[in-house]
């Protein structure tokens, strides 16, 4: 089959009832997306970002999983300390009716943290970018502590305009840390902590530390189960 290059070049014009001011208004919004392991600076990231765009004069907004509320309830803080106010939320559809219609209007930029405990991360920030036209900044993590998909967050890198994967410092040997190492022994995949349950490591430490703790864990549970074994009577 061969193709006339000369229809390539032409503009591709829009079919009849498309109006183009709502074309153009599809076209402005963005989606960013920051990942990484914990402690890596995601937040920080997510703070400098909508903090700047605060400052060029742009209406920002921040958003965070009302599941994570270890430092404050109506904040987003980071783990040295630094705030900024935000709305905390059992998922993003109910962002819109909260925040009120007129008020949904005026945003510019809405950021959106601890991303990877909404559901319904997707949807909203398609709808967000796509139709209503907003800048969103969304932070989380791509992995849990097995390293396995967290959430809906790897489903966005599709959708997004940039993606900034950053790393932290392995607590072990100080090198570039990728993934998130959980110290207990729970195992379901949401578990709401800070330093005394996960620290960042490097690929090495991360396979070590998995099976010092696989290990830990067998050794735990022989314990238990001799426990259990009634001691033989010394005299029969
Ligand atoms: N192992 C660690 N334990 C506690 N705090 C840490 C550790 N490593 C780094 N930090 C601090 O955490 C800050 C990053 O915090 P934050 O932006 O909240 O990270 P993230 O959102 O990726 O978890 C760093 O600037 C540093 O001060
Ligand atoms: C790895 C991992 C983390 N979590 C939780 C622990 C924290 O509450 C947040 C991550 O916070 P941060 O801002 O990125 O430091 O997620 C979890 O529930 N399950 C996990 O596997």
Redesign the pocket.
């Known amino acids: 089959m061969s193709y006339s290059t000369s229809s390539f070049k032409n503009p591709v014009s829009l079919p009849t009832g498309i109006d183009q001011r709502d074309h153009n208004h599809v076209n402005s919004g963005e989606i960013h997306v920051i990942i990484g392991p ?2 890596a600076g ?2 920080t990231a997510l703070l400098r970002r909508v903090n700047s765009e605060a400052k060029m004069g742009r209406n920002v907004v921040m958003i965070k999983s009302n599941k ?1 509320t ?1 430092y404050a309830v109506d904040a987003v803080v980071t ?1 040295d300390g630094t705030k900024f106010p935000c709305w905390s939320l059992p998922d993003l559809s109910s962002f819109k009716q909260r925040f009120g219609q007129v008020a949904y209007e005026k945003v510019d930029v809405i950021g959106i943290d ?1 991303a ?1 405990f909404f559901d319904d991360l997707y949807d909203f920030c398609c709808n967000a970018a796509d139709i209503d036209g907003k800048t969103v900044v969304v932070a989380g ?1 791509d992995g ?2 097995l390293r396995r998909k ?1 959430g809906s967050v790897l489903d966005i890198i599709p959708l997004s305009d940039t993606v900034t994967k950053l790393t932290a410092r392995c607590e072990i040997c100080g090198k570039r840390a990728f993934f ?1 190492l ?1 110290k207990t022994e729970e195992m379901q ?5 800070g330093a005394a349950m ?1 620290m960042p490591v490097c690929r090495q430490h991360y396979v070590n530390g998995k099976s010092i703790m696989e290990s830990a864990k067998k050794v735990i549970e022989s314990h238990q189960v001799q426990e259990l074994i009634p001691e033989k009577p010394l005299v029969a």
Do not use: A, P
């Not at 995949?189 to 902590?193: A, D, P, R, V, W």
């Open positions: 914990m402690f995601k937040t994570d270890r783990h601890e990877q993590l849990d502590y967290f998130t959980r995949k949401e578990l709401i902590g996960y």
